[in-house]
Nanobody, 128 residues
């Protein structure tokens, strides 16, 4: 089991930046692939970024590629999402996700439904 707590959301103008953080409980953070998804109320949840256990592999949805960066610090049990050049359409609740890895796999998981654990979410609002 892992407990995820997001922080760093807020209101920003278009073109600005925000950095989200997700702190994970437990001593086995390195055994989880991590990711970020987002959802606008009334719309489908979108998986935006994923990172492998080691941090050596990453994935980005086309809509955020080149603007967002996912990273992790296994010593701090934390995963980050740096969001640059924000657009109004990036407005959503952002969720941190974790997938337990029981093998030596260092894959990146690119679908939200592949993840086992979700945080409570943090609101990001981008004004035009």
């Amino acid at each position: 089991q892992v407990h995820l707590v997001e922080s760093g959301g807020g209101l920003v103008q278009a073109g600005g930046s925000l950095k989200l953080s997700c702190a994970a409980s437990g001593r086995t953070f390195r055994h989880y692939a991590m990711g970020w998804s987002r959802q606008v109320p009334g719309k489908e949840r979108q998986f935006v970024a994923g990172i492998s256990r080691s941090g050596g592999g990453t994935y980005y949805a086309d809509s955020v590629k080149g603007r967002f960066g996912i990273s992790r610090d296994n010593a701090k049990n934390t995963v980050y999402l740096q969001m640059n050049s924000l657009k109004p359409e990036d407005t959503a609740i952002y969720y941190c996700t974790a997938k337990s890895i029981r093998s030596s796999s260092n894959s990146v998981y690119t679908k939200g439904y592949e993840y086992d654990y979700w945080g409570q979410g943090t609101q990001v609002t981008v004004s035009s």
